[in-house]
């Protein structure tokens, strides 16, 4: 018999990427459903299971080679439950018992973490980790979100929470109000949504020369990319943004690296991929603020996986919580 196969799912807010994935972590196939929110999420684990199906039918495979399934959820998760406390971004509102819908659905054994702990792993098997087995992964989107690795697994804390980097707060104090309910949290800055927050700020006093001021003021609005582009034309007002959020970021990266010395720490998202015109400031703050020893030990990186990483890592969690 061919060596089974591992299924990894990333379970967003908007799509559901599912993939075939070997033991080596090679993506033998992938695709993607759309999340149906409705009726407060309850047709995701139908929709997930009949996806597989589906695909297991179209590739004439049999369900039998498959080793089980693994899934990464917005949302704090009870390890050894497999409940998801919460995910208001699905519709679940308390204690969403995903491991056990899933397993009566498909008929395979699961294993669920959060979708950051789950990308982090990605990294750290596949991606920028190259074997590093103490990694810190924060990504950079419309959110910030982290992942603590250490000695090759997931920390997850009391409740499923720990590596909230997001939320690390007295970053600025009396800052912007956060969704989480607190003011001031690493995401009002380093996320997408914060930089451009923090452009209109910017543009709103006045700020409005350059390209930037022009989208601005033709659009009403610009998007954090327009505020990377201009910064690489030398505009002062999107400079000054980046090194206001590069300075947040720096020194958030720095506390980190001060508590976990991991051997690197792995920057993703959509913002990651504005490269060295932030990475290069980001670096030289995390260098001033962090301990000597630190500084010289731990490494920041770009993330390499992209949109891959969750089911990825995914999959990992297949490999290595689901005994053969
Ligand atoms: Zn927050």
């Not at 699961?110 to 992964?137: P, R, T, Y």
């Amino acid at each position: 018999m061919a060596e089974k196969w591992l299924v990894g799912v990333d379970l967003g807010g908007t799509t559901t990427k599912i993939a075939f994935i070997s033991f080596y972590g090679e993506i033998l196939n992938k695709w993607e459903i759309p999340t149906d929110k409705s009726n407060e999420g309850k047709n995701i684990p139908t929709d997930i299971a009949k996806a597989i199906d589906h695909k297991l039918d179209e590739l004439a495979h049999s369900k039998n080679e498959i080793h089980g399934i693994g899934i990464g959820a917005p949302g704090p998760v009870d390890l050894t439950s497999g409940i998801i406390y919460e995910a208001v971004n699905l519709g679940w509102k308390d204690q969403y018992p995903l491991k056990d819908l899933l397993e009566v659905e498909t008929s395979l054994p699961v294993v669920v973490d959060n979708d950051a702990n789950v990308a982090a792993l990605g990294e750290m098997w596949k991606g920028a980790g190259n074997g590093a087995k103490d990694l810190v992964c924060v990504t950079l989107g419309t959110g910030v979100g982290g992942g603590v690795i250490a000695n090759g697994d997931i920390v997850h804390g009391k409740r499923g929470a720990a590596g909230e980097i997001g939320h690390i707060t007295s970053i600025a104090v009396g800052g912007a109000p956060c969704n989480c309910g607190k003011s001031g949290c690493l995401e009002t800055i380093a996320s997408a949504t914060g930089i451009v927050r923090l452009a209109h700020e910017a543009l709103q006093k006045g700020q409005q020369e350059g390209k930037l001021g022009e989208i601005f003021r033709e659009y009403g609005q610009v998007s954090a990319k327009d505020v990377f582009d201009a910064a690489r034309n030398g505009e002062k007002s999107a400079l000054e943004v980046i090194e206001n959020v590069a300075s947040h970021l720096g020194v958030a990266l720095a506390n980190i690296a001060n508590t976990l010395n991991p051997e690197k720490i792995v920057l993703g998202g959509g913002v990651s991929r504005a490269g060295d015109i932030l990475l290069g400031p980001v670096k030289e703050n995390f260098l001033k603020h962090s301990f000597p020893s630190v500084a010289k030990s731990t490494e920041i990186a770009i993330a390499t996986l992209g949109n891959d990483a969750g089911v990825i890592g995914a999959a990992w969690l297949v490999k290595n919580k689901i005994s053969l």
